[in-house]
């Protein structure tokens, strides 16, 4: 896989040589964004809301180096949780239509969600649904899709939500294996623009991912920023529409198997001018088992 650095000074372009309807496939070279570290050597942070007066939003930057996405479409079946960190899932239907409340979506989609993890993840026997966030590529929308690549938890986060969740039993959860992944899917598919990238747990080292606290006005959390490494293997998966899922894995406890897949949404340049921006919803699960 080629990949040089590169610097970006505006958006990418693109392509005024397709109609609105072409859906990008196969593989491309995109541009995507990697940790840079603080100058000063410092423990990297992120204010998820508004930063103390005279403190920057995060103080470590990016770096862009050019790496080869492959397509997964067509090629599904060749990817597993427990060695790449990600696996698909086509044809599952869903009751709810319209995402825009989220007390509806909690009553309607959460059910969906949970069966899909208990049904399709091996050991799974209890799941905890403790977040979602929906994400629409739009000028005022309220949550972008993240161009930067990273992974959600780690395992000091991930033990934090454990207690955090399931205060009573925590304890004893903590002594079987556990698990946070991400179910990831279009809302307006299929995907034309902004397509979700990740890369192979099989590829990634433990040394390519930096710790990064999460403040919050309540607690701090952790993610993990990624550091660029030529032997990681990036992929996505093309026209990605309603009825397919994505599942993430952001942890597991279990040692020997794919623990986490780095991820970011990309800027494909075949993408078509007037083409839809990109809208999606990922849940957050706790599985245990």
Request: one cysteine or more; proline letters at 8%.
């Amino acid at each position: 896989m080629s990949a040089t650095t590169t610097t970006q000074t505006s958006a990418p372009k693109i392509s005024t040589t397709q109609d609105a309807s072409y859906i990008p496939r196969g593989p491309v070279t995109a541009s995507l964004s990697f940790y840079k570290a603080p100058e000063d050597g410092s423990k990297p942070f992120y204010f998820v809301e508004e930063p103390p007066e005279g403190q920057p939003q995060r103080n470590f930057d990016d770096e862009y180096h050019d790496v080869q996405m492959n397509d997964i479409r067509g090629h599904e079946s060749d990817f597993r949780l427990d060695v790449d960190a990600f696996q698909t899932f086509q044809n599952i239907p869903s009751e709810e239509k319209d995402f825009a409340d989220d007390e509806h979506i909690k009553q309607t989609y959460y059910p969906e969600v949970e069966k899909l993890l208990l049904d399709n993840v091996p050991g799974a026997h209890k799941v905890v649904l403790f977040d979602h966030t929906i994400r629409r590529a739009a000028p005022n929308a309220s949550r972008a899709p993240v161009m930067r690549t990273h992974v959600d938890q780690t395992a000091r986060s991930t033990e934090l939500r454990v207690r955090l969740h399931s205060p009573d039993d925590a304890d004893e959860l903590l002594k079987g294996r556990y698990r946070i992944i991400n179910v990831w899917r279009p809302l307006n598919g299929p995907v034309q623009s902004f397509p979700l990238g990740f890369a192979s747990a099989d590829t990634v080292d433990d040394s390519d991912l930096i710790g990064v606290e999460h403040r919050y006005p309540d607690r701090t959390g952790e993610t993990a920023a990624v550091r660029f490494n030529p032997n990681q293997k990036f992929y996505y998966w093309s026209g990605m529409t309603n009825d397919e899922r994505l599942f993430l894995k952001c942890f597991d406890s279990q040692q020997g198997v794919g623990q986490r897949v780095p991820h970011t949404a990309f800027v494909d340049p075949r993408t078509p001018e007037g083409a839809p921006g990109r809208e999606s919803i990922e849940v957050r699960a706790l599985v245990y088992g």
